[in-house]
Antibody, heavy 120, light 108 residues
Framework: QVQLQESGPGLVKPSQTLSLTCTVS??????????WSWIRQPPGKGLEWIGY???????YYNSSLQSLALISIDTSKNQFSLKLSSVTGADTAVYYC????????????WGQGTLVTVSS | EIVLTQSPVTLSLSPGERATLSCRAS??????LAWYQQKPGQAPRLLIY???NRATGIPARFSGSGSGTDFTLTINSLEPEDFAVYYC??????????FGQGTRLEIK
């Protein structure tokens, strides 16, 4: 059973960089067929796809983030990470990591989510 | 860019009733549509993929249908645990991932 777990600071100051890591267990992040993804959800609002990365390092992002997001992958640690720079209060959200199945076109496994608050 | 519009925003029903949730795409997306259920404080859970295929472990009372631009998630004989928020999702060449804004299914 694949499991994903987000980790990182719960509080980030405005204009700084938000950094989160997702640790994957129960399966190898190096296996093909999946994109490793970040999705966020502002309090009381809907889901927003941030981006995803393949084990090869190829990454794709939501254009609305205007190049502020950077996703990286460390196959030796079975982890992938998100950096979101120049954050504002609008970036306050629950951040989820998830596995995207290329065959089904769906997010089939999710982390529990971590709340990140942007505040001084 | 494909936009997914879900309706209604909120649906109020009683246990035992049938729920019909809609997801409309701004252009044809063939059958490439998924549905998720999200309960308070939890991550979304995959229910349906490719319009009508139930994910592993999903009860038969959940069914999906549609094609082109109009899609429906039907929940027959609502159970108390079915009251939640439901999202539709599509993948395409660009942007790769789109979510609908969600439908809240609440107890009447």
């Amino acid at each position: 059973q694949v499991q994903l777990q987000e980790s990182g600071p719960g509080l980030v100051k405005p204009s700084q960089t938000l950094s989160l890591t997702c640790t994957v267990s129960g399966g190898s992040i190096s296996g093909g067929g999946y994109y490793w993804s970040w999705i966020r959800q502002p309090p009381g609002k809907g889901l927003e796809w941030i981006g995803y990365i393949y084990f090869s390092g190829s990454a794709y992002y939501n254009s609305s983030l205007q190049s502020l997001a950077l996703i990286s992958i460390d196959t030796s640690k079975n982890q992938f990470s998100l950096k979101l720079s120049s954050v504002t209060g609008a970036d306050t959200a629950v951040y989820y990591c998830a596995r995207f199945s290329m065959v089904q076109g769906t997010f089939d496994y999710w982390g529990q989510g971590t709340l990140v608050t942007v505040s001084s | 860019e494909i936009v997914l519009t879900q309706s209604p925003v909120t649906l109020s029903l009683s246990p035992g009733e049938r729920a019909t949730l809609s997801c409309r795409a701004s252009q044809s997306i063939s059958s490439d549509l998924a549905w998720y259920q999200q309960k308070p404080g939890q991550a979304p859970r995959l229910l349906i993929y490719d319009t009508s295929n139930r994910a592993t472990g999903i009860p038969a009372r959940f069914s999906g249908s549609g094609s082109g631009t109009d899609f429906t998630l039907t929940i027959n004989s609502l159970e108390p645990e079915d009251f939640a928020v439901y999202y539709c999702q599509h993948r395409s060449n660009w942007p790769p991932i789109t979510f609908g804004q969600g439908t809240r299914l609440e107890i009447k």
